[in-house]
C-alpha cells in the first residue's frame, strides 16, 4: 500500500474485554515497530519484529499484551483483559530495512485509539 | 521508557523567526533521528544524524550532535506557520536495535 495502514482507526471497548489490533505496514517492509503514546508524550515502544521474527519485546507493560507477525508482513497487537490504564494511542511503523538503529528511518501509521471503559 | 529528553517542551515564536529544539540522552547512540508529528497523525522522519558526525543540514533543518555532551539541536530556520507540530528526538543504538523517542518540543508558529 501507499502507507502505513491500521484499523481500527478507533476501538472502544469495556474494561475486561479483549482487543487486537491491526498493523498492515509498507509493501516489502523488513521492520515492524508498536510504540503506544500517551497525550502530549513521545511514542514509547513496546516490540519490535524484523521479517516475521521478534526481536524485542521489552516494552511489553506486562503480559496481558502480545504481539505477532506471523508471515513477516501484517502484525496484530493483542491486549487480553483490558484495563483503563491500557487507553491510549496505539501506533505501528515500519522499515524498508532491519537496521532501524542503524539509522533506517520509520514510517508510521495514523495509530489506533484505544479508549478503555 | 523514554532515552531523550527535549527542551523546550513548548515553544511559540513568530513567523520568520528561528526555532531552536534541543535534545539530550542518555546511553551511547549509532545515530539521532527527528520526527515531526502534526496533530495527533504519524510521526513523519525529517533527518538523520549519525553519531560521527557533528552538523548536518536538510532545507531549512540544521541539526547539530555533541556526543560528548549527549546532546543533539535541531534548528529550523524562516519559521512558516506549516511548521506548527510536535517535534520529537529518536535515539538508535546497535546494541539494542531500539529505536526510542523523546517526549517532544511543541512548536507553535504565528502567522
Known amino acids: 500500500g501507499a502507507g502505513v495502514s491500521q484499523s481500527p482507526r478507533y476501538k472502544v471497548t469495556k474494561r475486561g474485554q479483549d482487543v487486537a489490533l491491526r498493523c498492515d505496514p509498507i509493501s516489502g517492509h523488513v521492520s515492524l515497530y508498536w510504540y503506544r503514546q500517551a497525550l502530549g508524550q513521545g511514542p514509547e515502544f513496546l516490540t519490535y519484529?524484523?521479517?516475521?521474527?521478534?526481536?524485542?519485546k521489552s516494552g511489553l507493560p506486562n503480559d496481558r499484551f502480545s504481539a505477532e507477525r506471523p508471515e513477516g508482513s501484517i502484525s496484530t497487537l493483542t491486549i487480553q483483559r483490558t484495563e483503563q490504564r491500557d487507553s491510549a494511542m496505539y501506533r505501528c511503523?515500519?522499515?524498508?530495512?532491519?537496521?532501524?538503529?542503524?539509522?533506517?528511518?520509520?514510517?508510521f501509521g495514523n495509530g489506533t485509539r484505544l479508549t478503555v471503559t | 521508557s523514554q532515552q531523550g529528553e527535549e527542551d523546550p517542551q513548548a515553544l511559540s515564536i513568530q513567523e520568520g523567526e528561528n526555532a531552536t529544539m534541543n535534545c539530550s540522552y542518555k546511553?551511547?547512540?549509532?545515530?539521532l533521528q527527528w520526527y515531526r508529528q502534526n496533530s495527533g497523525r504519524g510521526l513523519v522522519h525529517l533527518i538523520l544524524?549519525?553519531?560521527?558526525?557533528r552538523e548536518k543540514h536538510s532545507g531549512r533543518l540544521r541539526v547539530t550532535l555533541d556526543t560528548s555532551k549527549k546532546s543533539s539541536s535541531l534548528l529550523i530556520t524562516a519559521s512558516r506557520a506549516a511548521d506548527t507540530a510536535s517535534y520529537f528526538c529518536?535515539?538508535?543504538?546497535?546494541?539494542?536495535?531500539?529505536?526510542?523517542f523523546g517526549q517532544g518540543t511543541t512548536l507553535q508558529v504565528k502567522p
Open positions: 519484529f524484523n521479517y516475521e521474527a521478534q526481536q524485542d
Open positions: 546511553t551511547s547512540i549509532n545515530n
Open positions: 544524524i549519525r553519531s560521527n558526525e
Open positions: 529518536a535515539t538508535g543504538s546497535s546494541n539494542t536495535g531500539k529505536l526510542i
Open positions: 511503523a515500519s522499515s524498508l530495512s532491519d537496521r532501524v538503529a542503524g539509522g533506517s528511518p520509520l514510517h
